[in-house]
């Protein structure tokens, strides 16, 4: 579990095609304290440390997990928010992430607003529903609270802290990313379907 609130902009280091795939991830994590075996969202994917070093980790990276994240499109070099897994005692900053990406959305268009970024979103129709304003919503593990919805297209302001602590700073439109939509919304939904 975690909180959407990004501790760390890793780069991966490299990519070798394996049964599956590992990344290897430059992180400015003290990795004496991760064990072998724990969970890290990579840009919002929950990923098991396989292997570590002074200054990075590594993951293995199914292709089930590749098709439905955009942890394929990641090559050397790309920027990956990155947030260990919360710990008991911890403070809940943000809301209540799993890391279990939904689906995969799209930036329609990046706008200025006071020092603030409008970001517009589309999500896939399958998400549309949970998505609602004022609610949260991980955005490549970010949490985020929705401005606004209109159909499958939704907005958010991203503040000009929360653009040189993740990805965002380096986004554009066209570019995809990684929806985990409120674990509320998602329970809700299920048990409206049973009555």
Request: proline share 3%; glycine share 10%; charged share 20%.
């Amino acid at each position: 579990m975690f909180t959407g609130i990004i501790t760390d902009v890793g780069t991966v280091r490299s990519v070798e095609e394996r049964g599956d795939v590992r990344f290897e991830i430059e992180t400015a994590f003290d990795m004496s304290s991760v064990d072998i075996g724990a969970s890290i969202a990579c840009s919002g994917t929950c990923l098991t440390v396989v292997e570590k070093g002074p200054g990075w980790f590594a993951v293995d990276v199914s292709a089930e997990t590749l098709a439905c994240t955009t942890v394929g499109t990641w090559k050397e070099g790309s920027p990956v928010n990155l947030e260990r897994s919360l710990r008991i005692g911890d403070e809940l900053g943000g809301h209540i992430v799993l890391g279990h990406v939904d689906g995969v959305g799209e930036i329609i268009s990046i706008e200025p607003d006071g020092d603030s970024r409008r970001f517009q979103f589309r999500a896939p129709d399958s998400l549309a529903s949970f998505i609602a304003a004022k609610g949260s919503v991980a955005i490549n593990g970010v949490s985020l609270t929705v401005n606004d919805v209109s159909g499958r297209e939704f907005g958010v302001n991203i503040i000009p802290h929360t653009q040189l602590m993740t990805t965002f700073d380096h986004a554009t439109p066209g570019d995809t990313v990684n929806l985990e939509v409120d674990v509320l919304a998602r329970y809700v939904s299920r048990l409206s379907e049973q009555e």
